[in-house]
């Protein structure tokens, strides 16, 4: 079967990937000049399915609502007349409860996990190298910011998930190089949980998938998705037809607007964040796992010897512009931790768009057209759910039983 994907980010080059190991013809179009350029350029890298929440929590309304005029918010609300994102917020709203939560977690989590163990499997069988980093720490500032984190212990607990509480003494133990101006009143830290630099492994990914036959087409928009006696027969690029056997869809936010072509709605909505790498200074001491600022709700990653510094969740505004005082959040946060380890006046800045649900997972798998598939709307999780998302699409287009169940994580759950 030929299967055209569209859109080269961590989603489109891992599902080619195992399209092609399944025996398909694939044809990835992406409209950039190469893969991962766009939201999978900039993240924070973080896999952590121990930790993986949905946006959507009980305290979040609230917490949205006293960010509203701080200037250093890691959360905004920038509200706009778009309908889209009204249904969106009113979505979102709805599923702000603990009931919810639980599920939409769970459904996240059983996807995360998944998503490690094939990432695992491909690095052993390919050797690919892309800066991983084990373990994942969170940083809390305040007694207040630890007491907050109760509720994720407790589901840390109900779900197995390893995890050890540090006393400032043991967080500074496991990051030597933590400024002691700076307040610390505990650390959690999940062993099992990683990072890694995503477009470094979906680069390397895309040589793999192109050497065993994968065709990469670049430069070139697909403008929409053609269909043949109500099945998908193809895409339209530049008013000409390429024809395929089935199509998936993985362009992120832009999934959207072809779906819509369809008569298929999507609430995926972007949700702007931004993040800044640095190199560090010879001699310094950076971070020796990825760590999370709960206060800032900031990640910052060790690359080889550059800092990703990453986080604000920014709502509302879908123009792709550096904001200042996000940016400046992003060094504070970094040079409050590690002062004078890298020149942060030299930080490159980087903003993206997550292509986010209101509930928290994203839409895997058929549509109510026979021949177009989906995989997208991963919001702040791509990276981590790429492998896991990719695996159950290429096992659903194949015919095939994905190996976890699909409760929760396609589009039926919005009809
Ligand atoms: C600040 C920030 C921090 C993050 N941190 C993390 C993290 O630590 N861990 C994690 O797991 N995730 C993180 N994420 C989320 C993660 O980056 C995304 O979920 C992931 O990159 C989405 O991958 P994608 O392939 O769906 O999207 P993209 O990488 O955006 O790829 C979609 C591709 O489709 C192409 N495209 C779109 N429309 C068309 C068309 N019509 N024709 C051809 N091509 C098209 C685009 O050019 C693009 O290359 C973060 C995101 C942000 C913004």
């Known amino acids: 079967m030929h299967v055209i994907v569209v859109g080269g980010g961590i989603i489109g080059v891992t599902s080619a990937y195992y399209l092609r190991q399944q025996g398909h ?8 000049s190469g893969v991962a350029q766009e939201t999978s350029f900039g993240n924070a890298g973080v896999i952590a399915p121990g930790y993986v929440t949905p946006w959507a929590s009980p305290g979040m309304p609230r917490k949205v609502l006293s960010y509203l005029f701080k200037a250093e918010a890691p959360v905004l609300f920038r509200p706009n007349a778009n309908p889209a994102l009204w249904r969106w917020l009113a979505r ?19 996807l995360a996990l998944y998503s490690r163990d094939q990432l695992h499997a491909l690095r052993d069988a390919l050797s690919i190298e892309y800066e991983r980093g084990q373990g994942y720490l969170q940083l809390f500032r305040s007694e207040r910011d630890l007491a907050l984190s109760a509720p994720v212990r407790t589901m840390l607990d109900e779900s197995g998930i390893r995890y050890e509480l540090l006393d400032p003494q043991r967080v500074r133990e496991r990051e030597p190089g933590l400024s002691p101006s700076t307040p610390l009143a505990a650390g959690l830290f999940l062993p099992d949980d990683e990072s890694g630099n995503c477009p470094m492994f979906a680069r390397r990914l895309r040589q793999i998938a ?14 929409r998705i053609v ?5 998908a027969s193809g895409v339209l690029v530049k008013d000409q037809k390429m024809p395929a056997d089935a199509v998936l869809v993985a362009a992120a936010c832009d999934s959207v607007s072809l779906l819509r072509q369809c008569g298929i709605r999507a609430p995926i909505y972007p949700v702007k964040g931004y993040s800044a790498t640095v190199t560090l200074d010879p001699g310094a001491i950076g971070p020796q796992h990825a760590l999370m600022d709960e206060a800032y709700k ?45 020149r942060y006046n030299e930080a490159q800045f980087w903003v993206g768009a997550r292509p986010m649900l209101p509930d928290g997972p994203p839409l895997l798998g058929p549509t109510s057209r026979p021949g177009l598939f989906l995989n997208a709307g991963h919001g702040s999780n791509g990276w981590a759910m790429a492998c896991g998302s990719a695996k159950v699409l290429a096992d659903l287009i194949s015919g095939r039983e994905p190996e976890i169940s699909m409760d929760g994580l396609t589009l039926a759950r919005y009809h």
């Open 25 to 32: 013809e694939v044809t990835v179009i992406e409209r950039r």
């Open 92 to 110: 979102w709203f709805s599923q702000c409860n603990l009931a919810d939560f639980r599920i939409n977690r769970g459904r996240m989590q059983r």
């Open 210 to 223: 192109e050497d065993d036959g994968v065709r990469f087409v670049f430069g070139q928009q697909v403008e």
């Open 227 to 231: 269909f043949e006696s109500g099945r």
């Open 298 to 342: 900031t990640a910052i990653t060790p690359f080889g010897n550059r800092l990703r510094v990453a986080g604000t969740a920014e709502i509302g505004d879908a123009q792709l512009t550096l904001r200042d005082a996000a940016l400046r959040t992003l060094v504070r946060v970094a040079s409050d931790w590690f002062p004078g380890a890298a």
